[in-house]
Structures are given as structure tokens and as C-alpha cells.
């Protein structure tokens, strides 16, 4: 069998630390034939260092040389690069959030349609082992019907002082964007992938405009950070479940918090670590499993996926659509901050 020629877009934080160590591992099936950026220093400094044959300029030139591209560009240039590499014939796994609007992630939708090639969407958190725990526990009705879901995305003074992540023209957003988004998706795929009918949600920037900041990610400008830093939403489903939603990246809190917990009829579970609670045996049970967030094998188990689905040997974890309604909710987050008011989804 032919190995999958890829090709890496934007050679960041992202692609150095996740998507090419995992490709590369790949190696009996993979080939990462080059990489482009539209800093060509860098790009040529990337390709040395995983000795990757080639770079690109202009990434509509990469696409005859490769089956797929990995896009790790700024969030503004994510639906751009991912419609003209699907109309190129290429297979795209792009890196979350999908796109910067609802608009645009229709758009990479409906490419990916006419096309026939796989577009999927980087929300890694699917392939921890928690997460795959707990999605297996609410599938044999381990907590009967999930009723009410509870999301925490906190950081401890934790601004990303690096990059672009806190220049709107080009991420679109902050902390729900950039981080909150992954604990979102992870819910909605383990309530079973319900639509949203409502949301409201309020954004905060006051504390990171501050002057003199205290940062433990590097160091930022508070005179031009326009991104949201903290951010708290409830969103409620068509079939009844709602969902208390809370990130930052700069919270005044004792210590970082990651936390999802899943309330149901027949008993509930929560993931950071994962426990399971039911009454049973006229007590209340709790159990638990040792079974970790390791982000780092849940990118090499999401380069997997996506080259066995590019070969037809695999169904996408993350399909489009569902990172669509991801991005309908951010939608509606920072619309009912802006406006004041709940927003409601058709």
C-alpha cells in the first residue's frame, strides 16, 4: 500500500509539539512531505529539524504533492485553506476551533460534500482514555439519562504570552475559542450529540487589561488585549439536558480546574479523575478507574483515525458537523454577551 503523502500548514506551537511527532510516528503509512509557512526562515528550520524533504511558500502549492494537509494556522485562515485544499482533492484535518464563524464552517462543510474527501477537526480530548471511559459508560446506561452536565476550562493566571492568541482579527476570540471549546465538544459528544435551542453566556477582559500583570504563560500587552479572558455560559438542548459552561485562561482561583461531570437519572460521573456515582444497594456507590488525560497519546491516536479514514479503513471520532455545533455555540455565547439577552438556535 502507497503511504499517505501529508503536508503540514503552519509550523507552530501546535505542529511541532503534536501533529508531526504523530505523523511521523506513522511512519509505515505516513510521509510528511512538507511543510509551508508564510515565514519561510521558520518553515526551513521545522523541515531540518524532522527532516522533512520540502517547504512551501504558498500553501496552494503544496496540495499536488500531497493526499492530505494538516492546517495549524491562525483560527482566521482555518476555512480559507481547508475549502481550497478540499476542492484540490486533499484530505484536511484542521485545528480546532474549526473556523472562526458559523458561516465559515458550513462553508468547509459543504466543500468537504462535494468533494468526497475527510475533513475532521482537532478536538483531541475524544481519544483521552477518560473520555473514551466515560462515553462507553454512558452508552451502557451507567447513569441512566443524563440530566444536568457541569463544565469547568479554568486557568490560573495562565495568558498565552505567545503567538497571536490574544489578537481577535485573528483567532476570533479568547479562553472559550482557544480552550473552552475542547471541553465543550467533549461534553456534547458524550450527551450523545443533542442540538442546542438556547444559550446565555456573558465574556470578561477586565483582568487581563490591567497594567502589571502577574502571567505565569510568558508576558502580553494589557493595552492591546481584545480577546475574552474569562468567560460563563448555560446552554440548554432539545432534549431537556443543560449544561453550566465556564473557562478562563486568567482566573483568580486557588488552582487550575479541569472539570466535566455528567448528572443523570440513574447516577452520574465526572471525568478529572474519573469517577462514577450510583445508588445502589440501598447506599450511594462511587467507583473509580485508572485511566488517564494524556494528550499526548490522544494526538497520535487522532493521527491514526485520520489517516485510517482517509484510507477507508476508519470512520472519523470528530465529524464536522459536530464541530459545527461547537462553533454555533461560541457563536451564541459572545452574541448574548454583546446583546445582553439569550440567544436562540433554530
Given at each position: 500500500?502507497?503511504?499517505?503523502?501529508?503536508?503540514?500548514?503552519?509550523?507552530?506551537?501546535?505542529?511541532?509539539?503534536r501533529h508531526i511527532p504523530a505523523f511521523q510516528?506513522?511512519?509505515?503509512?505516513?510521509?510528511?512531505?512538507?511543510?509551508?509557512?508564510?515565514?519561510?526562515?521558520?518553515?526551513?528550520?521545522?523541515?531540518?529539524?524532522?527532516?522533512?524533504?520540502?517547504?512551501?511558500?504558498?500553501?496552494?502549492?503544496?496540495?499536488?504533492?500531497?493526499?492530505?494537509?494538516?492546517?495549524?494556522?491562525?483560527?482566521?485562515?482555518?476555512?480559507?485553506?481547508?475549502?481550497?485544499?478540499?476542492?484540490?482533492?486533499?484530505?484536511?484535518?484542521?485545528?480546532?476551533?474549526?473556523?472562526?464563524?458559523?458561516?465559515?464552517?458550513?462553508?468547509?462543510?459543504?466543500?468537504?460534500?462535494?468533494?468526497?474527501?475527510?475533513?475532521?477537526?482537532?478536538?483531541?480530548?475524544?481519544?483521552?482514555?477518560?473520555?473514551?471511559?466515560?462515553?462507553?459508560?454512558?452508552?451502557?446506561?451507567?447513569?441512566?439519562?443524563?440530566?444536568v452536565t457541569r463544565v469547568q476550562a479554568l486557568?490560573?493566571?495562565?495568558?498565552?504570552?505567545?503567538?497571536?492568541?490574544?489578537?481577535?482579527?485573528?483567532?476570533?476570540?479568547?479562553?472559550?475559542?482557544?480552550?473552552?471549546?475542547?471541553?465543550?465538544?467533549?461534553?456534547?459528544?458524550?450527551?450523545?450529540?443533542?442540538?442546542?435551542?438556547?444559550?446565555?453566556?456573558?465574556?470578561?477582559?477586565?483582568?487581563?487589561?490591567?497594567?502589571?500583570?502577574?502571567?505565569?504563560?510568558?508576558?502580553?500587552?494589557?493595552?492591546?488585549?481584545?480577546?475574552?479572558?474569562?468567560?460563563?455560559?448555560?446552554?440548554?438542548?432539545?432534549?431537556?439536558?443543560?449544561?453550566?459552561?465556564?473557562?478562563?485562561?486568567?482566573?483568580?482561583?486557588?488552582?487550575?480546574?479541569?472539570?466535566?461531570?455528567?448528572?443523570?437519572?440513574?447516577?452520574?460521573?465526572?471525568?478529572?479523575?474519573?469517577?462514577?456515582?450510583?445508588?445502589?444497594?440501598?447506599?450511594?456507590?462511587?467507583?473509580?478507574?485508572?485511566?488517564?488525560?494524556?494528550?499526548?497519546?490522544?494526538?497520535?491516536?487522532?493521527?491514526?483515525?485520520?489517516?485510517?479514514?482517509?484510507?477507508?479503513?476508519d470512520e472519523l471520532v470528530v465529524k464536522p458537523?459536530?464541530?459545527?455545533?461547537?462553533?454555533?455555540?461560541?457563536?451564541?455565547?459572545?452574541?448574548?454577551?454583546?446583546?445582553?439577552?439569550?440567544?436562540?438556535?433554530?
Open positions: 500500500m502507497d503511504k499517505l503523502k501529508v503536508g503540514i500548514i503552519g509550523v507552530g506551537g501546535i505542529a511541532q509539539s510516528a506513522l511512519e509505515d503509512r505516513v510521509e510528511i512531505i512538507a511543510v509551508q509557512d508564510v515565514n519561510q526562515d521558520r518553515a526551513k528550520e521545522v523541515a531540518a529539524k524532522y527532516d522533512i524533504p520540502r517547504t512551501f511558500v504558498q500553501y496552494h502549492d503544496l496540495f499536488e504533492h500531497v493526499n492530505a494537509v494538516v492546517i495549524c494556522t491562525p483560527n482566521k485562515f482555518h476555512a480559507e485553506i481547508t475549502v481550497a485544499a478540499l476542492e484540490a482533492g486533499v484530505h484536511v484535518l484542521c485545528e480546532k476551533p474549526m473556523a472562526m464563524t458559523t458561516e465559515e464552517c458550513e462553508s468547509m462543510i459543504s466543500a468537504a460534500k462535494q468533494s468526497g474527501k475527510q475533513l475532521a477537526i482537532a478536538y483531541h480530548y475524544r481519544h483521552t482514555d477518560n473520555a473514551k471511559l466515560a462515553k462507553q459508560a454512558v452508552l451502557h446506561q451507567e447513569i441512566g439519562e443524563p440530566l486557568r490560573r493566571r495562565k495568558v498565552p504570552g505567545w503567538g497571536v492568541f490574544t489578537n481577535k482579527e485573528l483567532q476570533g476570540g479568547g479562553s472559550l475559542i482557544d480552550y473552552g471549546c475542547h471541553l465543550l465538544d467533549l461534553a456534547i459528544w458524550l450527551l450523545g450529540d443533542p442540538e442546542p435551542v438556547e444559550v446565555l453566556g456573558t465574556t470578561y477582559n477586565r483582568l487581563s487589561k490591567l497594567p502589571n500583570q502577574i502571567n505565569d504563560w510568558g508576558t502580553f500587552d494589557h493595552a492591546t488585549f481584545e480577546v475574552d479572558d474569562h468567560v460563563t455560559s448555560y446552554i440548554t438542548f432539545d432534549n431537556g439536558i443543560s449544561m453550566q459552561m465556564e473557562c478562563s485562561w486568567a482566573a483568580n482561583i486557588k488552582e487550575d480546574t479541569r472539570h466535566l461531570s455528567i448528572s443523570g437519572v440513574d447516577g452520574g460521573l465526572s471525568l478529572y479523575p474519573f469517577e462514577l456515582y450510583q445508588p445502589k444497594l440501598g447506599t450511594f456507590m462511587r467507583s473509580d478507574a485508572k485511566v488517564e488525560h494524556n494528550e499526548t497519546n490522544a494526538g497520535y491516536i487522532q493521527a491514526e483515525n485520520f489517516v485510517d479514514s482517509c484510507l477507508g479503513q458537523e459536530q464541530a459545527l455545533k461547537v462553533t454555533k455555540i461560541i457563536d451564541a455565547i459572545y452574541q448574548s454577551s454583546d446583546t445582553g439577552s439569550s440567544v436562540k438556535l433554530k
